[in-house]
């Protein structure tokens, strides 16, 4: 089914940043991602031929970011696509502004169809959470209408990753991103989302409660989910899902605990049946003692079978080792201790990735928190489990505060497509000039 019409089928496309030689110059830099975003956002007011769209002004951008230091790339084509006529619409961390993100608020706002919000709840410096001591840190993009990669026409274009507006977490560093396109289930429900964050609505600590107890805001009626294709029309589980893109995402705040089930990493590892082809691979900016749960469970399934490598952030600056467990690597050492008492090594490696990631190679039981789920070929989950590659990436690092109390997102997707190009950035780090194994 294509929601948008034969035209616009849906359709995923990631992208990434690898620099030739990470936290240096621009020259070293690869802006490859937010290159990305900019065609996303020119494709709301201008033709792939360069042509200026008759349409424009009944477009919408909502973005919301954490940081801009040093950005050179994306705040521009903001402005632009206001300039045209294009509704812009920005959400910025309170917790990190910086003067390019003071010079776009400035911007924008200054222009009819600007708008940058920087969100403000007396201790709490996120948008959705009330907990003292939380950011937001979610990194996401909507176009209401642009063009793929490849110039088709497109819908409802929904960017998350991991990626902020330039500097060491924008271009100098290991980043990704996916975008899905013409899914109207997932749009609806990730734009309210969206304007949740802009309404700061007051969900506390437990964003998923607030969307069952308002689940007519989120989503298709039953009609229109039967009429586009989709499995279920309301997203009474607390996070968003279409069977169409295969991809979900669970928002946050969420109360996590390591036996509740609200965690997204440790229901996908829950899920793993291990043996001898099971592979998981980690790349990740850091991984903190708050989530020792997450590494016992890696250790077991590693017992079971499955080979498990990390990458994880060499930082260079000593004034960061108290902030990132007294390491020069961002893994506390009580997670690595963990690792230790496994009868089966875990590898673990230092680079500079940015990304919030892991991939999954194995056979999977259904996903019960998210019971719409099914198999990339559209079948429902055997109960028995079945063989598939998961890719969850997004904005969360293995963190406590990025678990339990930020505005946040993660991403999940069964595509075996979008999990072959992770994987092979997977590879390219592996090639990096600051990748090396870290032995402990």
Same mark, same amino acid.
């Given at each position: 089914m294509n929601p948008f019409g034969s035209a616009k089928p849906v359709t995923l496309e990631a992208n990434f940043s690898r620099p030739y030689k990470s936290i240096s110059s621009s020259a070293n830099s690869d802006y490859s991602l937010l290159n990305d975003l900019e065609r996303l956002i020119r494709g709301s007011y201008r033709q792939p031929n360069? /042509?200026?769209?008759?349409?424009?002004? &009944?477009?919408? $951008?909502?973005?919301?970011? &954490?940081?801009?230091?040093?950005?050179?790339?994306?705040?521009?084509? %903001?402005?632009?696509?206001?300039?045209?006529? !294009?509704? !812009?619409? $920005?959400?910025h961390g309170k917790a990190s502004q910086s003067k390019e993100s003071r010079a776009l608020q400035s911007k924008l706002n200054n222009l009819r169809h600007g708008h940058f919000k920087i969100c403000s709840?007396?201790?709490?410096?996120?948008?959705?959470?009330? %907990? #003292?001591? /939380?950011?937001?840190? &979610? +990194?996401?993009?909507?176009?209401?209408?642009?063009y793929t990669r490849t110039g088709k026409p497109a819908s409802? /274009?929904?960017?998350?990753?991991?990626? #902020?507006?330039?500097? =060491?977490?924008?271009?100098?560093?290991? #980043?990704?991103?996916?975008?899905?396109?013409?899914?109207?289930?997932?749009?609806?429900?990730?734009?309210?989302?969206?304007?949740?964050?802009?309404?700061?609505?007051? $969900?506390?600590?437990?964003? =998923? /409660?607030?969307? +069952?107890?308002?689940?007519?805001?989120?989503?298709?009626?039953? #009609?229109e989910a039967d009429l586009y294709g989709y499995t279920k029309a309301d997203p009474v589980y607390g996070m968003f899902y279409s069977n169409l893109a295969n991809v979900t995402i669970y928002p946050t705040p969420i109360r996590a605990t390591p036996t509740n089930g609200k965690d997204p990493v440790l229901m996908l590892l829950k899920r793993v049946i291990p043996d001898d082809q099971c592979r998981i691979r980690l790349q990740q900016n850091r991984f903190k003692y708050r989530r020792i749960a997450v590494a016992q469970k890696l250790v077991e399934l590693a017992e079971g079978g499955c080979k498990i490598s990390g990458v994880y952030f060499e930082d260079d600056l000593k004034v960061n080792r108290t902030t990132h467990c007294q390491t020069y690597i961002r893994i506390c050492r009580p997670i690595l201790d963990v690792f230790k008492t496994s009868s089966r090594t875990i590898e673990a490696a230092w680079a500079k990735p940015h990304?919030?990631?892991?991939?999954?190679?194995?056979?999977?039981?259904?996903?019960?928190?998210? =019971?719409e789920e099914r198999l990339p070929n559209g079948n429902a989950w055997p109960a028995e489990g079945a063989r598939a590659t998961v890719v969850q990436a997004g904005s969360a690092a293995l963190t406590g505060s990025n678990l339990v109390g930020s505005d946040e997102i993660t991403t999940e997707t069964t595509d075996p497509a979008i999990y072959d190009a992770y994987l092979d950035h997977w590879k390219a780090i592996l090639q990096s000039r600051e990748y090396q194994n870290y032995p402990y």
């Open positions: 360069g /042509a200026l769209r008759s349409d424009r002004g &009944s477009q919408a $951008v909502y973005m919301s970011i &954490s940081r801009m230091e040093n950005s050179r790339r994306v705040g521009r084509e %903001l402005i632009r696509a206001a300039q045209y006529g !294009v509704e !812009v619409y $920005v959400i709840k007396g201790k709490s410096l996120a948008c959705l959470s009330g %907990l #003292n001591g /939380a950011i937001m840190h &979610s +990194k996401l993009l909507l176009v209401s209408s642009t409802a /274009a929904i960017w998350s990753g991991s990626a #902020n507006l330039g500097g =060491p977490s924008g271009e100098r560093t290991y #980043n990704n991103g996916l975008t899905v396109y013409n899914d109207r289930k997932l749009w609806f429900e990730t734009r309210q989302m969206w304007r949740d964050m802009w309404a700061e609505r007051n $969900v506390n600590s437990n964003y =998923p /409660a607030y969307i +069952k107890s308002y689940n007519h805001r989120y989503g298709l009626t039953q #009609n990304d919030k990631t892991i991939l999954v190679e194995a056979k999977l039981r259904r996903n019960v928190y998210n =019971p």
